[in-house]
Nanobody, 117 residues
């Protein structure tokens, strides 16, 4: 069973940066699509960024476009979410996912990101 393990969350001041990592126990190549969702308390979960394999379509939530960057390092079996110019409204639990045509959607355990004003 493929597993995704996240790291990199934490507390940062507004305007700061964080990088989230999502490491797959196997190869990233089994995932056609990978990305990050976030959910703040009392709010619906929203897709923040996603990336299809092979340099395909990349999606960003409007409110993070230009500040967040998703990238994949297949050699390290890792997907990154680089977050810059963070705002208090970015505070949420961030969870990575990977979609495999063989085994469906896989989820990471979630990383808390807290941005203080």
């Amino acid at each position: 069973q493929e597993q995704l393990v996240e790291s990199g969350g934490g507390l940062v001041q507004a305007g700061g940066s964080l990088r989230l990592s999502c490491v797959a126990s196997g190869s990233l190549l089994i995932f056609n699509d990978m990305g990050w969702y976030r959910q703040a308390p009392g709010q619906q979960r929203e897709l923040v960024a996603s990336s299809r394999s092979g340099g395909g379509i990349t999606y960003y939530l409007d409110s993070v476009r230009g500040r967040f960057t998703i990238s994949r390092d297949n050699a390290k079996n890792t997907v990154y979410l680089q977050m810059t110019n963070l705002k208090p409204e970015d505070t949420a639990l961030y969870t990575c996912y990977g979609d495999s045509p063989f085994s469906g959607r896989h989820w990471g355990q979630g990383s808390q990101v807290t941005v203080s004003s």
